[in-house]
């Protein structure tokens, strides 16, 4: 019963509005970014393994490259081989196009909500925090609005994603060791609760190493079984676009439900416009909040356009996709033991749970940064970390239908509050990739301070007597 009224009440939100809010927003923010998405790829790879990006040393936020592993610690995870494959098992090769449109259009949302997370970063002690709840009170000036944001993410990230993190991980190893679920869920708590006792530096340092490790074996896993299927590659991507606006699907009435699975499950993983990332991105101590913006729209490129593709294009080789009774991750396990054998199911059992075991890290952040937006208070905190480990179990006990019901209605009331946000203020983005371009132009790594845009309010950082940049660069802005 009660999952037959999420579901209604998803068919209702996506199908009427959510669609063509991530759709039409992002094609509207490419436009007057003039498609910044893509012109600055290059800029984007610079920024990230730059030396001062990749060094935290003598900080007092995370890194550039520790704030793009925790966001994309959350990025890449269940979505990239569970989500695809529920994707295209309800929604044909088709949907995979739609995931795709939702990171190419979506590139643009995520450096904006990202770049306004800079913007509107508070400073406190040992960190900085930020992100949607932040920049609403601060550039709306509407903490109410923030407040209910906060709850929404704290409620998604920290409690429902986790559950379908953990639920993703039950299902692989239940399908490969044939492990109870009630084991798996109690030796998940138990290393969950390890590492969010430990901290945001401990959070950081994990999925720093973890993340890249992960995510690096997975492509050159899923680059072998391409290179050695390539011949059948423009074939599956004829597919994807035939499927994405074929005949069958309209005339089949299926078109809809394609389109509504591929942007739910695109939006799941890459999370462009969602206001989960700039949570993250706030973190980052950086000369100039464009920087993060750019290293963010990295994440999501990385996300879809890689990973999620290679896990497609994979499905599809191995085929038998259609009314299968494989859920999610079982389906992909399916798909690379019939490419490489049984040994296969186990590697993908594994790198899931690196994958989603990290997401669950990076989601206990959001929430916890968002907890200290509303109230600071240990027993707020002490409380919601209890429950995150409550989440964790039920995630491993529940069905699979029952706990992505719940993420997408979750996901979705929070993706349509952070989209109303980044549309008011997305003028201030817009100056600030403007002030980037034009110390760029000038030569200059660009540094920047609260009196590069004159009349914005609500800025708590970005004082020229604060230690933004080192002297040297401190210098070269000021010429």
Same mark, same amino acid.
Request: hydrophobic fraction near 45%.
């Given at each position: 019963m009660l999952e037959q009224i999420i579901s209604q009440l998803n068919n209702w939100m996506w199908g009427y509005i959510l669609v063509g809010a991530l759709l039409g927003l992002g094609l509207w923010f490419s436009i007057k970014l003039n498609f910044a998405q893509f012109r600055y790829i290059p800029e984007m790879v610079? &920024? @990230?393994?730059? *030396?001062?990006? +990749?060094?935290?040393?003598? *900080? *007092?936020?995370?890194?550039?490259?520790?704030?793009?592993?925790?966001?994309?610690?959350?990025? &890449?995870?269940?979505g990239n081989l569970a989500g695809v494959a529920a994707a295209i098992s309800i929604g044909?090769?088709?949907? &995979?196009?739609?995931?795709? +449109? &939702?990171?190419? @259009?979506?590139?643009?949302?995520?450096?904006?909500?990202?770049? @306004?997370?800079?913007?509107?970063?508070?400073p406190e002690k040992n960190q900085y925090r930020g992100g949607p709840a932040y920049y609403i009170e601060k550039g709306l000036k509407n903490r109410k609005l923030g407040i209910v944001f906060a709850i929404t993410i704290t409620f998604t990230y920290g409690l429902v994603f986790s559950s379908v993190q953990s639920n993703t991980i039950r299902s692989a190893f239940e399908n490969s060791f044939d492990t109870g679920r009630f084991t798996i869920g109690a030796i998940l708590v138990v290393l969950v609760a390890v590492i969010i006792f430990g901290g945001l530096k401990r959070i950081a340092q994990v999925v720093q190493y973890i993340i890249p490790i992960m995510a690096i074996f997975y492509i050159i896993l899923a680059a072998y079984v391409l290179f050695a299927n390539i011949t059948l590659i423009p074939n599956m991507i004829g597919q994807i676009f035939l499927g994405a606006f074929g005949i069958r699907e309209f005339a089949g009435g299926t078109f809809g439900a394609m389109v509504l699975i591929g942007v739910q499950r695109g939006l799941f993983s890459n999370e462009a416009g969602m206001g989960s990332a700039p949570n993250a991105a706030a973190t980052s101590e950086v000369t100039h909040p464009v920087k993060q913006g750019l290293i963010q729209t990295l994440g999501v490129f990385t996300d879809t356009l890689l990973i999620c593709s290679a896990t497609a294009v994979i499905i599809l080789f191995a085929g038998d996709y259609e009314g299968t009774q494989l859920d999610g991750i079982q389906l992909t396990q399916a798909a690379f033991e019939s490419q490489l054998g049984t040994w296969a199911a186990i590697f993908i059992a594994i790198a899931i749970f690196l994958f989603a075991f990290s997401s669950i890290v990076g989601n206990y952040y959001y929430g916890e940064t968002n907890i200290e937006f509303i109230r600071t208070n240990k027993t707020s905190i002490f409380i919601y970390r209890l429950a995150v480990l409550a989440m964790v179990m039920f995630g491993a006990i529940a069905e699979f239908s029952l706990v992505w019901s719940l993420a997408d209605l979750t996901m979705g009331i929070m993706a349509l509050i952070n989209l109303y946000a980044i549309f008011r203020l997305s003028s201030i983005a817009y100056a600030a990739l403007k002030d980037y371009k034009r110390q760029k132009q000038e030569g200059k790594d660009p540094v920047f301070y609260q009196d590069h845009l004159p009349g914005v309010e609500g800025m708590e950082y970005w004082r020229r007597d604060q230690d933004i940049a080192s002297p040297g660069e401190q210098k070269q802005a000021e010429r």
């Open positions: 610079r &920024v @990230l393994f730059d *030396k001062r990006s +990749l060094s935290a040393e003598g *900080k *007092k936020g995370t890194s550039a490259f520790q704030a793009f592993a925790i966001s994309t610690a959350s990025r &890449v995870g269940t044909g090769p088709g949907a &995979v196009f739609w995931m795709w +449109l &939702v990171a190419i @259009l979506g590139g643009a949302s995520s450096f904006i909500e990202s770049t @306004l997370a800079q913007i509107y970063k508070t």
